[in-house]
């Protein structure tokens, strides 16, 4: 699991989202599966449904089309089973992450939508902004962000805007 995608796992589960991680899917008849779903979250009491894709490739557009199209179809045909007992929407809100992109020109991508990492980050500061460490520290398990926490609360004293 790279940097990205544990920060995805730790940000929806610190907001209340069951996960699942790195999950195999579509077993194929003579070994293997067709994909791997990085992350997978839902929320019981919001009802949200997320399948998030994060990637710090640099690949063209219609190379991250074809890649980010076959794990988001898989992701739609395979998600309603990776929560059994559970009442889940039908439809994930499906997210591609990107690390080297923009999305000024190009909002979707494979029927997914496109996500920065800025725009990531500045979700989760949103989250993490006044919240004090010595009052409500993020749990040590979210080591990521928890270290996100501490930036947040010591860049002001450390002169950061």
């Not at 990637?55 to 059994?84: C, N, Q, Y």
Request: with cysteine; proline share 4%; glycine share 8%.
């Amino acid at each position: 699991m790279n940097h990205l995608e544990q920060l995805a796992a730790e940000f929806y589960e610190f907001q209340g989202y069951f996960v699942r991680r790195n999950v195999q899917v579509g077993r194929r008849p003579r070994g293997g599966y067709e994909c791997e779903l990085d992350v997978v979250a839902f929320n019981p009491e919001s009802r949200h449904l997320v399948h998030v894709e994060p990637s710090m490739d640099a690949h063209t557009w219609s190379v991250r089309e074809e890649r980010f199209g076959k794990k988001f179809s898989a992701g739609r045909r395979f998600i309603p089973g990776l929560f059994k007992g559970m009442d889940i929407p039908t439809e994930p809100e499906q997210i591609a992450l990107l690390g080297f992109a923009s999305n000024a020109n190009r909002k979707t991508l494979a029927g997914g939508r496109i996500m920065t990492t800025a725009e990531f980050f500045a979700l989760i500061v949103q989250s993490l902004e006044g919240r004090s460490i010595a009052r409500a520290a993020v749990p040590e398990q979210f080591a990521l962000l928890r270290t996100i926490q501490f930036a947040c609360e010591h860049r002001h004293a450390a002169g950061w805007n």
